[in-house]
């Protein structure tokens, strides 16, 4: 015989379980939809000149400037010639797939292709939350398989703000 906190539980579950399908449907179809517009980008290994690529979540500016990004930044990684593609796509890859585990702090990468190096930078919500900027650096460094002679420095957008330009205060890792 069933009780009523028996069937409320099993409300409750089932509640959940219909979410969980639901976000997960949600999931496959943005990942099917990314993946059709991707399949057709030039890499950036392939680009010549200095061209710059973002990905962000719907309603976040890829600028500093913007003023939902003022307590913002972002770690800045310098590439040899040659690894932006690879980096790029391993970084696309471990945002899809939340592997930073820091819930809705990422807000999106950029990928700036220069004549001299290349450049990637993944932007967070929270430049003043240390624990959550290390994580993320320590992620990076995971899943983009860096060279161990690799520069990452992390600028708050606040920097970026006060010293147009530059690169301003950094922390370097």
Same mark, same amino acid.
């Given at each position: 015989?069933? $009780?009523?906190?028996?069937?409320?539980r099993?409300?409750? $579950?089932?509640?959940?379980?219909?979410?969980r399908?639901?976000?997960? &449907?949600? $999931?496959?179809? @943005?990942?099917?939809?990314?993946w059709? +517009?991707?399949s057709?980008?030039? @890499?950036? /290994?392939? #680009?010549?000149?200095?061209?710059? +690529?973002?990905?962000?979540?719907?309603?976040?500016?890829p !600028?500093w400037?913007d003023?939902? &990004?003022?307590?913002?930044?972002?770690w800045?990684?310098? #590439?040899?010639?040659? #690894?932006?593609?690879?980096c790029?796509? &391993?970084?696309?890859?471990?945002?899809l797939g939340?592997? +930073?585990?820091?819930?809705?702090?990422i807000?999106?990468?950029?990928?700036?292709?220069? +004549?001299?190096?290349d450049?990637?930078s993944?932007? =967070?919500?929270?430049?003043s939350?240390?624990?959550? %900027?290390?994580? %993320?650096?320590? $992620? #990076?460094?995971?899943v983009? =398989?860096?060279?161990? &002679?690799?520069?990452?420095?992390?600028?708050?957008?606040t920097?970026s703000n006060? !010293?147009?330009?530059s690169? /301003?205060?950094?922390?370097?890792w």
């Amino acid at each position: 015989m069933m $009780t009523v906190g028996t069937m409320i539980r099993m409300k409750k $579950t089932a509640h959940r379980k219909m979410v969980r399908r639901k976000k997960q &449907n949600e $999931t496959r179809v @943005r990942a099917a939809q990314f993946w059709r +517009f991707y399949s057709h980008m030039v @890499r950036p /290994g392939d #680009l010549t000149g200095h061209s710059d +690529f973002h990905l962000f979540k719907e309603g976040i500016k890829p !600028m500093w400037e913007d003023d939902a &990004n003022k307590n913002r930044g972002k770690w800045i990684i310098r #590439l040899r010639k040659g #690894l932006a593609t690879r980096c790029w796509e &391993n970084l696309i890859l471990a945002m899809l797939g939340e592997q +930073f585990m820091v819930g809705e702090e990422i807000c999106g990468a950029v990928v700036s292709v220069q +004549f001299q190096e290349d450049i990637i930078s993944i932007w =967070n919500k929270t430049a003043s939350d240390q624990a959550t %900027i290390a994580l %993320i650096r320590d $992620t #990076l460094w995971r899943v983009l =398989n860096l060279p161990p &002679n690799t520069i990452m420095e992390y600028k708050t957008h606040t920097d970026s703000n006060k !010293m147009p330009g530059s690169l /301003g205060p950094q922390s370097h890792w």
